[in-house]
């Protein structure tokens, strides 16, 4: 008998049964944040959340994962749907990489209380800021079901608002964007995420290729951190356990710094999860005066680098000592070279500084669908706006900015970056 196998989906599922072996072989041109070893830390460290994976499968070994999560009650401001139609935190806080907010429309939004959004499920990784389905097959009708089955179950549920929060311009989720538009959700520009394509045949290749100015740019990165008496060295796998809190530290410093929001504990469960099942996990540890003041961890997953997290002790080093891109630019990208990988994979944060030193851009957009169809409206004017928002800090009319400006745009600055 012909026929293509038959896609069967199932919602509200516990992540599949795969180890980070398995994921190498299974899903192996998904991010790792994205994969069960990564999420299934993920729920470890936010026990308040609820798994709530969407599961494809066809024929043996084939599988389709689109993560999601419930929020029962108000989360940090990333994984609070109400940021996203640009309403303000008491607290303060913003949105990874935000924008300044308008005080009238949070007014607005906080009228409505807390009711017509939650529960809201989140899709994507939560700690990864992506929301992405990780598969290893492929139909042109996949996302569309896939998203045609969960948004009638998850308000069957009693789900009241549904959050794709960072969905990235990337080949077949422009269908998921489709699918969930088609479903009454409302889309809008988030922002960029940045990532390195290695064309050259090696780091010299590399900045010989660049224009001048950006080859430039990256030789001074090089000397203010030598000339800031910093050194860097590079641990792996399980020789990064003695450095697991003080990078937690300093990477919570930097997003505190930025605006972000993130507790040590997330990335210390995490990032020892990664460890302890054997991924590879590098982290780049800069010195001075022989106190650790700068770190960067990176995991491969096959023939692509992703550095995740990034810290820095700015008492120590300054603001401006070029240390953030010698070690989270200049060090992963050298190595990546050395052992012939085809991308490196920055993720978003500082994208200006990003893009100024060789970097290409890739649009990340945010979807929202609520349950009451009779609020639809006026949120997707509230999101249409907050995504204009943020276009304009951006740089509004070109991803690649040829140089950078003063902009209204949070967690922005040369020498940092929030949620990479």
């Known amino acids: 008998m012909g026929g293509s196998p038959r896609v069967v989906i199932s919602t509200g599922q516990a992540l599949p049964d795969m180890d980070w072996t398995g994921e190498l072989a299974g899903l192996t041109d998904?991010?790792?944040?994205?994969?069960?070893?990564?999420?299934?830390?993920?729920?470890?460290?936010?026990?308040?959340?609820?798994?709530?994976?969407?599961?494809?499968?066809?024929?043996?070994?084939?599988?389709?994962?689109?993560?999601?999560?419930?929020?029962?009650?108000?989360?940090?401001?990333?994984?609070?749907?109400?940021?996203?139609?640009?309403?303000?935190?008491?607290?303060?806080?913003?949105?990874?990489?935000?924008?300044?907010?308008?005080?009238?429309?949070?007014?607005?939004?906080?009228?409505?209380?807390?009711?017509?959004?939650?529960?809201?499920?989140?899709?994507?990784?939560?700690?990864?800021?992506?929301?992405?389905?990780?598969?290893?097959?492929?139909?042109?009708?996949?996302?569309?079901?896939?998203?045609?089955?969960?948004?009638?179950?998850?308000?069957?549920?009693?789900?009241?608002?549904?959050?794709?929060?960072?969905?990235?311009?990337?080949?077949?989720?422009?269908?998921?964007?489709?699918a969930l538009d088609a479903a009454g959700a409302?889309?809008?520009?988030?922002?960029?995420?940045?990532?390195?394509?290695?064309?050259?045949?090696?780091?010299?290749?590399?900045?010989?290729?660049?224009?001048?100015?950006?080859?430039?740019?990256?030789?001074?990165?090089?000397?203010?951190?030598?000339?800031?008496?910093?050194?860097?060295?590079?641990?792996?796998?399980?020789?990064?356990?003695?450095?697991?809190?003080?990078?937690?530290e300093l990477t919570c410093l930097n997003r505190e710094k930025n605006g972000a929001g993130e507790e040590p504990a997330h990335i210390v469960g995490i990032l020892s999860a990664l460890i302890d099942e054997g991924a590879d996990v590098r982290a780049y540890l800069g010195y001075k005066d022989g106190a650790l003041v700068a770190t960067c961890v990176t995991i491969r997953k096959n023939h692509r680098l992703f550095p995740k997290w990034a810290g820095f002790d700015y008492a120590a080093i300054g603001e401006r000592s070029g240390i953030y891109f010698a070690l989270v630019l200049d060090a992963p990208v050298r190595d990546a070279y050395a052992e012939g990988l085809r991308t490196v994979e920055f993720g978003a944060g500082a994208h200006q500084a990003k893009a100024l030193r060789g970097c290409t851009p890739r649009e990340v957009t945010t979807s929202m669908l609520l349950s009451d169809p009779a609020l639809r409206p006026q949120a997707s004017a509230w999101l249409d706006a907050f995504g204009n928002s943020r276009s304009v800090a951006f740089g509004a009319a070109s991803p690649a900015p040829a140089q950078p400006a003063n902009l209204p745009l949070l967690g922005g600055s040369g020498d940092s970056g929030c949620c990479g």
């Open 30 to 178: 998904s991010w790792p944040y994205l994969g069960p070893t990564w999420l299934r830390a993920t729920e470890k460290v936010l026990p308040d959340v609820q798994p709530w994976h969407t599961l494809a499968h066809r024929a043996r070994g084939e599988l389709a994962l689109l993560p999601g999560y419930i929020l029962t009650t108000p989360p940090v401001v990333d994984h609070e749907p109400r940021t996203y139609l640009g309403w303000q935190a008491p607290s303060g806080e913003e949105v990874c990489c935000g924008a300044e907010t308008d005080a009238a429309r949070s007014a607005e939004v906080d009228a409505l209380g807390t009711e017509p959004f939650f529960p809201t499920l989140l899709l994507g990784s939560p700690l990864g800021y992506r929301t992405e389905v990780a598969y290893n097959f492929w139909t042109p009708t996949l996302m569309g079901s896939i998203v045609d089955k969960l948004v009638p179950a998850a308000f069957e549920a009693g789900i009241r608002c549904i959050i794709a929060p960072w969905i990235p311009s990337r080949r077949g989720n422009d269908a998921l964007v489709d």
């Open 186 to 248: 409302s889309s809008t520009f988030w922002g960029y995420e940045d990532f390195m394509s290695l064309d050259a045949p090696n780091w010299e290749g590399h900045l010989a290729a660049l224009p001048l100015k950006k080859r430039q740019r990256i030789k001074g990165d090089v000397r203010r951190a030598e000339a800031a008496g910093v050194t860097i060295e590079r641990v792996d796998g399980t020789d990064i356990r003695p450095y697991v809190d003080r990078i937690a």
